[in-house]
């Protein structure tokens, strides 16, 4: 006799997913129905789950394995064949997207709210992933919320929870529930990569390095891949066991949330190279000893070295970025004579670019980087990247950065975010901006000439969906350039971040403040904005 309920649901009217999935407050999600309403809504969207298989994890903050076990018996009351769940109810984002490619599922869904903290009284979030690997597209979280707002009912199933922690098949109803290993099908996959043996003979040389997993998904993969595969010490990996609360810190690999791995970077005795990863483990910051590697840097640095990666040792196909982040790849990929493509803020811009092969490379200021290898930026893939360009070069981090910049300049860049903004607030900053681009190309501001000013709008070249309202661009004749978005992932309030650049080709100049750097340009973004008077504040809440 089968076991399957049907629930007469109420509708919520905001679930409509942001730049990565739905992201609320815990307290949210545990409204009765509020969960199911959006999983059902997925399962509607997706249509028939007769015979097809989901991969299902998460970063292990509070409230996943909660949502695991309803998800598993609203897949078993809708027909699934079959879910294969990482141990513990853990995967990484990376993890989730291998796996979807390599299984070759329908689809996957990660629970997780990224770098945002986690906790009873913080936050939540699930995003669903397609079967190329990649974030569902605007035009299928469209549809998700759309059903959300129709919804009547769900389906469900009374039966106990599963045993997350047990390897191995079990069956619920006809759903085959599969627990995995959470990391070794990714491990074996950046094996496959990157040249461990030269990485492996590096440590045994005496390279140090520290990783901070910040109480978050990387731990575990860290521990496997850096520790046990390349020989790293395990006192390399600090904060390396997930918590359900992150151990009370924002699992953010940014200078502000990841100050003991930035103090044990400055100090005499520093490790020769420190890393961090994120919640669920796609982001990444590197450092060298007392030394930032800006995200934007980042990307263009893979770039031009991706000839010493066994992957990409036959050529990048293109490399893209998102909008806001800095021009210094474009840099690298004309010397390249490959094409660079400007894509709106989400990973999810770059899955048509990755999957037509117009790019094999692609990152965001937001602190990720990614390849053609998944359809997800990956935190660990691009420590292993810089680790593998160290191993050959053998120079240190700060060395690889500076001859990068004297080869092809440095981009001073910054990221100053007003949080939580009143939304009203926020809407009327972005408004006026975008009533003010229609005469400002000419005028002059910072002592330079605005030679582009407008709302981005993307067209992508694979399948030609639009995609308007991207952001404010203010472009200077040059090169400098000011960006104004509304983030998509915050959870109280609206965020409103600035992205501000210039370029200097000077290596003489290439040692000043960046704050100094752009300081004439941060008031422009002031000014043009208002954003101090609108907001009654005095200065952003972080600047990047
Ligand atoms: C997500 C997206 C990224 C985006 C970032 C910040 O990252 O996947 O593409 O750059 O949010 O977005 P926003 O500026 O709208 O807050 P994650 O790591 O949070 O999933």
Known sequence: MSNIKTVTTIRFQDQRPGTSGLRKKVSTFQQAHY???????????????????????????????????????????????????????????????????????????????????????????????????????????????????????????????????????????????????SVEDYADMMEALFDFENIRSMFQQGFRLCFDAMHAITGPYANEILVKRLGASPQSIIRGTPLTDFGGGHPDPSLDHAKELVEIMSTDKAPDFGAASDGDGDRNMILGKDFFISPSDSLAILTANAQLIPAYRDGLSGVARSMPTSQAVDRVAAALGIECFETPTGWKFFGNLLDSNKITLCGEESFGNGSNHIREKDGLWAVLFWLNIIACSEQNPEQICRSHWQQYGRNYYTRHDYEALDNDIANTIMANLRQQTETLTGKSYAGRNISLSDDFSYRDPVDNSTSPHQGIRICFDDGARIIYRLSGTGTSGATLRIYIETYESDSDKHDRDTQDVLKELIAAANELSAVKTLSERTGPSVIV
Not at 109 to 118: Q, R
């Open 35 to 181: 969960l199911e309403n959006f999983v059902q809504a997925l399962f509607n969207t997706l249509g028939g789950l007769q015979g097809k298989s989901l991969i299902l994890g998460g970063d292990g903050r509070y409230y996943n394995r909660n949502a695991i076990q309803v998800i598993i018996k609203m897949a078993a009351a809708n027909g699934l064949k079959q879910l294969i769940i990482g141990k513990g109810g853990l995967l990484s984002t990376p993890a989730v997207s291998c796996l979807i490619r390599k299984q070759q599922t329908l689809g996957g869904i990660v629970l997780s709210a990224s770098h945002n903290p986690g906790g009873p009284d913080a936050d939540f979030g699930i995003k669903y992933n397609i079967d190329n690997g990649g974030p569902a597209p605007e035009k299928i979280t469209e549809m998700i919320y759309q059903q959300t707002l129709s919804l009547q009912q769900y389906h469900t199933l009374d039966t106990p929870d599963i045993d997350l922690d047990q390897i191995g098949s079990q069956q619920v109803e006809s759903l085959q529930v599969k627990i995995i290993d």
